[in-house]
């Protein structure tokens, strides 16, 4: 099997999400998913789960969300606290806004997935276009579908979301890092 990633992850749904996507997209990848109870439970708790891991050649990926904080300042704080000795073993992804503006980037599959096939049509609106500058995709979100629930969406998005028609700038980035992790393709370095 392929190599083993740890992605260390800022709250439940996220691993919702990853659950039904990774097997689909990044099969070659063995994945443990570690959640955490937000921010501040992740930023506490990463470094010393990072140093205390001891599988050979393991890698880490910590996904943050990036709420109203400055991509690139966020990004620096959190690789700093990086052990140092992992620091070429640890990937850092800031999902632009929250995950919600992943789950944003695919309308087709919102459509699907909350059988609202109106939804579908949303990507003609300039704000849908670029889901990382939604300013609140998480309250978007629930706008469009009432009845959205964080971890039971994020599990159905998931299993549904096609990566190739996805429109978020910072998914992209996350598919980088996965096909780096899975020796098809070079990481991007930004956020």
Same mark, same amino acid.
């Given at each position: 099997?392929?190599?083993?990633?740890? %992605?260390?992850?800022?709250?439940?749904?996220?691993?919702? %999400?990853?659950?039904?996507?990774?097997?689909?997209?990044?099969?070659?990848?063995?994945?443990?998913?570690?959640?955490?109870?937000?921010?501040?439970?992740?930023?506490?708790?990463?470094?010393?789960?990072?140093?205390?891991?001891?599988?050979?050649?393991?890698?880490?990926?910590?996904?943050?969300?990036? #709420?109203?904080? #400055?991509?690139?300042?966020?990004?620096?704080?959190?690789?700093?606290?990086?052990?140092?000795?992992?620091?070429?073993?640890?990937?850092?992804?800031?999902?632009?806004?929250?995950?919600?503006?992943?789950?944003?980037? @695919?309308? @087709?599959?919102?459509?699907?997935?909350?059988?609202?096939? #109106?939804?579908? #049509?949303?990507?003609?609106?300039?704000?849908?276009?670029?889901? @990382?500058?939604?300013?609140?995709?998480?309250?978007?979100?629930?706008?469009?579908?009432?009845?959205?629930?964080?971890?039971?969406?994020?599990?159905?998005?998931?299993?549904?979301?096609?990566?190739?028609?996805?429109?978020?700038?910072?998914?992209?980035?996350?598919?980088?890092?996965?096909?780096?992790?899975?020796?098809?393709?070079?990481?991007?370095?930004?956020?």
């Amino acid at each position: 099997m392929g190599r083993e990633v740890v %992605f260390l992850l800022e709250e439940p749904s996220m691993k919702a %999400f990853l659950e039904g996507l990774l097997p689909r997209i990044a099969p070659a990848i063995r994945f443990i998913l570690v959640p955490h109870e937000g921010r501040h439970d992740l930023v506490k708790s990463f470094p010393r789960k990072i140093r205390a891991w001891r599988t050979p050649g393991v890698r880490f990926v910590i996904v943050h969300d990036q #709420d109203s904080a #400055d991509c690139v300042e966020l990004k620096r704080s959190l690789q700093a606290a990086v052990p140092l000795e992992r620091r070429n073993d640890t990937s850092i992804r800031i999902a632009c806004r929250e995950l919600e503006s992943w789950l944003l980037g @695919d309308l @087709d599959a919102l459509a699907e997935a909350f059988d609202q096939p #109106d939804l579908a #049509d949303l990507g003609v609106k300039r704000k849908f276009r670029q889901p @990382d500058n939604v300013g609140n995709p998480g309250e978007e979100l629930s706008k469009l579908v009432p009845f959205y629930q964080k971890v039971r969406g994020a599990r159905q998005m998931g299993r549904l979301l096609e990566p190739s028609r996805n429109t978020s700038h910072s998914f992209g980035i996350f598919l980088s890092t996965l096909h780096n992790l899975s020796g098809e393709a070079p990481e991007e370095s930004s956020c």
